[in-house]
């Protein structure tokens, strides 16, 4: 059965994806990261946003013809080079492509999820997306301007951030009995709902995209959307779903 929670934060997506995701190919313009040349990877695409989903697409159609040591190669670069995580060790990043997907959302710990969802995202690209602070931040801030007020806080996620930061800290104190979305199928609640929405975009636009534009368009906009969502009206006004 849905829950409250789920009907709730689908409807408050869905009204971002249809405001986000038919401009995000154009809106996005941070500036694309290759990949090392023993890749092979090449596009002719211009747009940052469209080199980043084929560079998604790249990785994933050759990541099970890649040997051992190509893997955490390729692991390595997605998430400290492109991804910019720079604070694990070695042997943790090897672990996020030695070990099965399975295996990395079951036993990983949520504090790490902005590494290992990289890994993932393209290992498994139509099971698996990025979250990450700026991400979970996002999906606080849009309940505030897509909905009807903070109803469900999604977790802070560990971030140097400039935005991200003191936007939680913000948020904890204006909505300090908020509930916070807590347990160990977080992440797999994040890609049902991301999922589920970009399905019900997909049902009004044919755009050609992939599902993760759901999760480019909360990363890309999400330093706009904390603003925004601090000189909002409902900034404080906690969210009660009915029965």
Request: aromatic share 12%; glycine share 6%.
């Amino acid at each position: 059965m849905r829950s409250k929670e789920y009907d709730y934060l689908t409807d408050v997506l869905d009204t971002f994806c249809h405001a986000r995701l038919p401009t995000i190919s154009t809106d996005f313009n941070l500036d694309f990261v290759a990949p090392p040349a023993w890749l092979g990877f090449s596009t002719s695409a211009t747009l940052p946003f469209e080199q980043n989903v084929e560079l998604r697409r790249y990785l994933a159609r050759h990541w099970l013809g890649m040997t051992l040591e190509e893997r955490r190669a390729a692991v390595k670069f997605y998430i400290v080079d492109w991804g910019g995580v720079r604070g694990n060790h070695p042997e943790t990043l090897q672990s996020y492509a030695d070990r099965s997907e399975v295996e990395i959302v079951t036993h990983s710990a949520l504090t790490g999820v902005a590494s290992w969802s990289k890994a993932l995202s393209f290992r498994m690209r139509n099971n698996y997306a990025i979250l990450d602070a700026r991400v979970g931040a996002a999906l606080n801030a849009i309940q505030i301007l897509y909905g009807s007020g903070l109803a469900y806080r999604f977790p802070d996620l560990p971030s140097q951030s400039g935005h991200v930061v003191p936007f939680n800290k913000a948020l904890r104190s204006a909505f300090p009995s908020a509930p916070e979305i807590t347990g160990n199928d977080l992440y797999a609640r994040y890609c049902q709902l991301t999922k589920a929405s970009f399905a019900t975009f997909g049902t009004k636009h044919s755009s050609g995209m992939h599902w993760h534009a759901v999760e480019t368009a909360l990363f890309f906009h999400a330093p706009a959307l904390m603003a925004a969502a601090q000189s909002h009206a409902l900034w404080g006004q906690q969210f009660l779903p009915t029965p």
